[in-house]
């Protein structure tokens, strides 16, 4: 066996760029399969412990007020492990002489264990000095250059108040920093979380001895849904804003999603790259067995068993998978490491957890063994049928007959002889050229799904901050005020238009299946704030109905005109029957619709507002309409459109980065298949490509068979790849759609366009790498061939 060793390695040097070109794709699968695996690992593990260190609420009640002793009430329930009660409200700030939103929220005036509890990072807990110390969330502190010992001034309630930090601070509740879920990415130097003493809280909000917010931690072993349901009825004269749990709370459902999509891509992305190289192996070997039968012949007579010829040409196939784990389990070892702190810098965990995960090496290494072996075994298993005194002897040639493209006269004359023999080539090793396409088609779908990506969150920004929400300033009032009072706010210079909103929450209920949304009234003709249907076209809201968003029917099985049940959170109010009226579109949270003049008979109350909508003459006042909007008492926070946007143009260069590591991949595939293929192409047809030399064909002509056999395949690839890669966008996209977000998947027709260009190009620069090999042919060399 070391002879056929040592033949082996002789083989694999006289093809070492095809060796090296399956070895890449191994090596990328091992590596993707490690690394991606590790990463959701460290950020499972990670997320897991810092939870349970700093006791992570199961349960959130957000409440219009309530006493602060109802916590203790709620502790006697069987099922509560722990409540934290605590004031929560939003709060405007001018920092780093831009606007931003603070979320104040209150903690024991002296430190102790409680619910949702805080890691200090820098300075210190509140002493019992100063009533307005503060400690700034982490993020913020850094992303607006913040100080200890700093003062900083947010407006409350239309006042100015004074505080002094005292320590930066990250919170389990905050691990992916989102003021709420219509906000898809985080931007700490626009939001924040603040943390004061509870006595200062319950001063500068007017709220002695009393809470908005409660936080729970259950028994183990509770049920969840039963617990919601049964917290929600106890705390009914309350105000009950909305009870959610981990699954629903904006932080926690981010990283949970994340770690559920990394779980999947590192089970299925790496199947590709096994496949490729599969793919890539079984035409190899195949061809090599073929032409070695002679070989073959010779090892045989000389005692060689048919498991030991079999073991040597399958050992090309082992020795890959071995190199290519070996290798692929290093780098993705390295490569999770880093993947996990480059991805943690949206979550910011603490990563004191991460480590290496050696259970991984074998999984990794025995799956892409079965696939290399298996691919070997299968183009290797007609050794069994070589006889050595046939394989000794020249093969003889097969039956020339027509291809079926032959048959069609009108086409087959007006073909030029070259494109003749590419065809009759092509259609003699059809097997190999299908196989050979699947690396194109692979590539191709892996370009429009990147591409596609871009286009559908492109869309998605357009409508939502162009058609849908066109206005430029959103207020938000620290109570309900009448329609009147909205429109004082005109008289500020440079305000062209208002329109009042109000948006509370509510429980829809369809028979037994029931959620709490969101629940919006507008004007009934909104131009600022509108509502559209699927062809993109603004819906006229109904006066004695409801409208709902496509995703909220689908889950709860609502269809137009039906009656639904909703139960509004304001204390008192009972559940009303409403008709839904129409289905909308809404990319960003779930919620209904109705016009301000239905609010009396499903309400009960009249045309009142809790924020309001303003569009500005220009753009550039909008920093001082901000400033006089945020010194009004009535008004408690100040969102711009324009920087919520921005945020999200901002985080577009991550998608950037994730398409371009896309289009490599798609390049490593698509050049490894060709070129493999192509090499094989070239070697079986060196006598005849050298004996067209000696006829008088030019090394241009040459270079067109093989080059443009590549481009027939290529556009074969493109073809069944396109509508792939459109299919394949459109389920990514639907997974990965929430409740809190539903993306819209939009294929641009440039996409198309991109994909095709690049596809061809990395074909072009194949075929040169390629040129040399059919420069070479000796033409002497390979016509000194036995008769």
Wanted: with cysteine.
């Amino acid at each position: 066996m070391n002879i056929l060793f040592r033949n082996l390695l002789r083989d694999i040097k006289k093809s070492k760029g095809q060796f090296i070109s399956i070895l890449i794709i191994v090596v990328l699968g091992v590596s993707f399969y490690t690394g991606i695996n590790s990463m959701f690992r460290n950020l499972s593990n990670s997320s897991d412990k810092y939870y349970k260190e700093y006791r992570m609420a199961d349960i959130w009640v957000d409440l219009y007020k309530a006493p602060i002793g109802i916590k203790e009430k709620l502790k006697e329930l069987p099922y509560v492990k722990e409540a934290s009660a605590r004031i929560v409200k939003d709060a405007s700030i001018n920092i780093s002489d831009e606007n931003a939103t603070l979320r104040f929220i209150t903690l024991p005036d002296v430190k102790k264990d409680i619910v949702n509890d805080i890691v200090i990072k820098s300075g210190r807990y509140f002493s019992e000095g100063d009533s307005n110390q503060c400690i700034v969330d982490q993020e913020f502190f850094k992303a607006n250059n913040l100080k200890l010992g700093d003062y900083i001034y947010p407006i409350v309630s239309g006042n100015k108040i004074k505080l002094k930090i005292v320590g930066s601070a990250k919170s389990p509740e905050f691990v992916y920093t989102l003021k709420d879920s219509s906000q898809l990415i985080s931007d700490s130097k626009k939001f924040g979380v603040i943390y004061i003493k509870q006595s200062f809280g319950e001063a500068i909000f007017d709220s002695k001895g009393f809470i908005n917010s409660i936080s729970i931690q259950l028994a183990k072993g509770s049920n969840i849904k039963a617990s919601k349901d049964d917290i929600k009825k106890f705390l009914k004269n309350y105000g009950v804003k909305s009870v959610i749990d981990r699954e629903e709370q904006t932080s926690a459902m981010m990283l949970s999603q994340e770690i559920k999509k990394l779980k999947a891509m590192g089970g299925s992305f790496p199947i590709l790259f096994f496949a490729v190289a599969s793919i890539i192996i079984y035409i190899m070997m195949g061809r090599m067995v073929e032409n070695q039968r002679s070989q073959i012949g010779v090892l045989k007579a000389l005692g060689f068993t048919n498991v030991q010829v079999l073991a040597y040409y399958m050992s090309y196939s082992a020795l890959v998978a071995v190199t290519g784990s070996l290798i692929g389990s290093i780098l993705g070892t390295y490569m999770g490491v880093g993947l996990t702190k480059l991805i943690n810098e949206y979550f910011n965990l603490p990563l004191e957890g991460m480590k290496v995960y050696g259970e991984l090496v074998l999984p990794a290494s025995l799956l892409t063994l079965f696939f290399c072996v298996f691919a070997g075994y299968h183009s290797c298993k007609g050794i069994f049928k070589i006889m050595p005194s046939e394989a000794m002897k020249a093969k003889s040639p097969e039956v020339g007959k027509k291809v079926l493209i032959e048959n069609i006269k009108v086409l087959w004359t007006n073909i030029g002889y070259l494109w003749k023999i590419i065809l009759r080539n092509l259609f003699r090793n059809k097997k190999r050229a299908l196989l050979t396409s699947l690396g194109i088609i692979f590539s191709s779908a892996i370009l429009v799904v990147a591409f596609s990506m871009k286009d559908s969150i492109d869309f998605m920004i357009d409508r939502q901050y162009g058609d849908i929400q066109n206005y430029d300033i959103k207020v938000n009032f620290s109570k309900l005020i009448s329609l009147e009072e909205v429109n004082e706010i005109k008289s500020i210079p440079h305000i062209t238009a208002i329109e009042p909103v109000l948006e509370t929450g509510v429980q829809i209920s369809n028979g037994w299946r029931s959620k709490d949304v969101g629940f919006t009234a507008l004007i009934k003709n909104p131009q600022m704030y509108t509502v559209q249907d699927k062809n993109d076209k603004s819906v006229v809201l109904p006066e004695n109905g409801i409208l709902i968003s496509e995703k909220l029917a689908d889950t709860l099985g609502i269809k137009p005109y039906e009656s639904v049940d909703i139960k509004f959170f304001y204390p008192g109010k009972e559940k009303k029957e409403v008709i839904v009226k129409g289905v909308v579109v809404q990319y960003l949270g779930l919620s209904i619709y109705t016009s301000m003049n239905n609010l009396k008979s499903i309400l009960g109350e009249g045309r009142v507002a809790n924020s309001a909508v303003i569009k500005l003459d220009k753009d550039s006042f909008e920093d001082e309409v901000k400033s006089k909007l945020e010194e009004m008492k009535l008004i408690s926070s100040v969102e711009s459109k324009t920087d919520s946007k921005n945020a999200l143009l901002k985080s577009m260069g991550s998608l950037k980065s994730s398409i371009g590591g896309l289009i490599m991949l798609a390049a490593i595939l698509l050049i490894a298949v060709i070129y493999n293929t192509a090499t094989i192409n070239i070697f079986e047809r060196q006598r005849e490509l050298a004996t067209l030399k000696v006829l008088g064909f030019k090394d241009k002509e040459i270079k067109k068979l093989i080059f443009n056999e590549n481009y027939a395949i290529t556009i074969f690839g493109i073809v069944i790849g396109l509508p792939l890669g459109r299919w394949l966008g459109a389920y990514m996209m639907a997974a990965s759609s929430m409740d809190s977000y539903s993306f819209p998947y939009v294929v641009d027709f440039k996409t198309y366009i991109f994909t095709v260009v690049l596809i061809f190009s990395f074909t072009v620069l194949t075929n040169f790498i390629l040129m040399n090999k059919i420069r070479t042919i000796d033409m002497i060399e390979v016509l000194k061939n036995k008769e």
